[in-house]
């Protein structure tokens, strides 16, 4: 798994490992990894180093030392070197005196404008771990005018560190080099930091637990369920589907599917659409009603149900049985505006949310916000289950206060009925006796790969989806992350 840390960690990390180093080590341990990166991308998008030509944008503190420093190691391998010093009289002095003195030429934003035009790269310095909201109009100004791929060090400015949020203008990186720890920014806004590299300054011995998680494929490998040799079709878990109607008999089926699809064990839907279902899936065992659908090791409940009388007496009888039910899109609802159907759960029977933002706003009053990981967070607590937030990094929070966040894989799930594709998924595997928490976290992981993959560059269907969960599944047992 790879940790995340955030901006309050990995500063009070920094300043006892500061305490210990000589002083201007770390930065200059950080820079020279920025400047490692300055020059792969100059090759990448020149062919060369030696006479290509970077603009460092360098704001008042140590983020902007960093680029300077970059700038001196830049200098050594034969880049030329200007700086444009948003704030002159809180430059790094060291930093500045450096890169001075290899050669390294600076500038005003006001007079700027042709090194910008003619830069190969521009590094980004202007804020990092003390960044507060967009970009200050002297900063925006510049990045404006800039065409050359851009390396943000640290964190892209503009952005928020700990919520990914953006809120003005902004800088959108071709890559981002950052140290000693991953910050939420990076993985909860892949989209403007790029490509992502971390660069070792000794920090991990201080950092101490993460305050989240992303999966990688090892992960999801290791906890996919597979058949074993003892393993027979109710023993790896009997996953119950109450979903669809007849205005949204789809819904079923693709649910029913997913969960076929996601693990080999025993599939029994319950619901109004049992024909459609079994002539689609003859191997799911269908009926007319949850009330005799026999034992299952997990339920989800929700989606094309509708929210009238009927099914709130579905979702009440699946969350009395004491199995793990996934409450998805109606069920969701059901919960926001009868909130007394979760009176037939027993505390301690393991639930799962899975709203998008208007869900969630239903559910609990307000909107996710900008922090969608502390919105997470508070709804698991109050409702006391694994609420998985979906988005562009779906966020799954568990009611402990452990976070997952989701790694993107473009936007090819953005369809109709991917949410029930999904649902299906972690019910499978929440019957398999997996964690809520990770189930939600694995399912969403090879939900994504399986939209990549039936995408592969062009627009996918639900159906899709469906299809390419076996590759998505293999894709993750072999790779390492
Ligand atoms: N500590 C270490 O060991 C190491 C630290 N390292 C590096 O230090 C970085 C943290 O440095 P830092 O704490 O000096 O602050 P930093 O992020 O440069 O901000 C400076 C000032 O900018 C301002 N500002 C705020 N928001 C703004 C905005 N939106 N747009 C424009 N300006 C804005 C605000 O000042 P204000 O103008 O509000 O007075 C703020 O105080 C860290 O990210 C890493 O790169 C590495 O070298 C490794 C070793
Ligand atoms: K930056």
Redesign the pocket.
């Known amino acids: 798994m790879r940790g995340v840390w955030t901006t309050e960690h990995v500063?009070s990390a920094?300043e006892r490992?500061?305490a210990v180093t000589p002083e201007g080590a770390?930065?200059r341990r950080?820079?020279y990894g920025v400047s490692v990166r300055a020059a792969k991308l100059l090759a990448e998008h020149t062919g060369r180093v030696v006479g290509t030509r970077a603009v460092l944008v360098v704001?008042?503190?140590?983020?902007?030392?960093?680029a300077l420093w970059a700038g001196y190691f830049l200098r050594r391998r034969g880049v030329a070197v200007a700086a444009v010093l948003?704030?002159p009289e809180k430059a790094h002095p060291a930093g500045l005196a450096a890169l001075r003195r290899a050669g390294g030429r600076v500038y005003s934003p006001e007079t700027a404008a042709e090194v910008i035009d003619s830069a190969d790269v521009v590094i980004d310095g202007?804020?990092?771990?003390?960044?507060?909201?967009?970009?200050?109009p002297d900063?925006a100004a510049v990045f404006e005018r800039v065409t050359a791929p851009v390396l943000a060090?640290?964190?892209p400015?503009?952005v928020d560190p700990d919520t990914g949020a953006v809120d003005g203008p902004a800088v959108r990186a071709t890559c981002t080099v950052t140290?000693?720890a991953y910050k939420p920014v990076h993985v909860l806004n892949p989209q403007h930091c790029g490509d992502i590299t971390l660069v070792d300054?000794g920090l991990s011995g201080e950092l101490g637990e993460p305050d989240l998680l992303q999966l990688d494929a090892a992960d999801v490998a290791a906890a996919w369920p597979l058949p074993k040799p003892e393993d027979n079709k109710y023993t790896q878990g009997v996953t119950g589907v109450a979903a669809g109607s007849s205005t949204y008999p789809g819904a079923a089926v693709l649910t029913a599917a997913a969960a076929v699809r996601a693990t080999a064990g025993m599939v029994r839907y319950a619901g109004p659409v049992a024909d459609v279902v079994r002539s689609h899936w003859p191997e799911v065992v269908a009926t007319g009603s949850i009330f005799d659908a026999g034992r299952v090791q997990a339920w989800v409940v929700g989606p094309g149900i509708g929210t009238g009388r009927q099914s709130k007496e579905v979702l009440a009888e699946a969350l009395g049985q004491g199995v793990p039910v996934c409450a998805d899109a109606d069920a969701i609802t059901l919960i926001a505006e009868q909130p007394d159907v979760l009176d037939a759960r027993d505390p301690d029977t393991p639930l799962l949310l899975t709203p998008h933002d208007g869900e969630f706003e239903r559910l609990t009053g307000s909107a996710p916000g900008a922090d969608r990981v502390g919105a997470a967070r508070e709804a698991a607590r109050r409702f006391r289950a694994v609420v998985l937030l979906k988005g562009h990094c779906t966020v799954i929070a568990a009611p402990d206060g452990r976070v997952l966040v989701n790694r993107p894989r473009g936007s090819w799930l953005a369809t109709a009925g991917s949410g029930d594709v999904l649902a299906g998924m972690i019910g499978a595997l929440l019957a398999s006796g997996l964690d809520p928490w990770l189930a939600a976290g694995v399912a969403a992981d090879v939900h994504a790969r399986a939209g990549q993959i039936a995408a592969g560059g062009v627009p996918t269907s639900a159906s899709g989806i469906l299809a390419a969960i076996p590759d998505a599944v293999r894709q993750a047992r072999s790779l390492t992350p």
Do not use: K
Request: hydrophobic content about 45%; glycine content about 22%.
């Open positions: 500063r920094e490992l500061l770390l930065m950080a820079a704001g008042a503190g140590n983020n902007g030392g960093d948003l704030r202007v804020v990092g771990l003390s960044a507060r909201g967009p970009l200050r900063a060090v640290d964190l400015s503009g140290f000693g300054i």
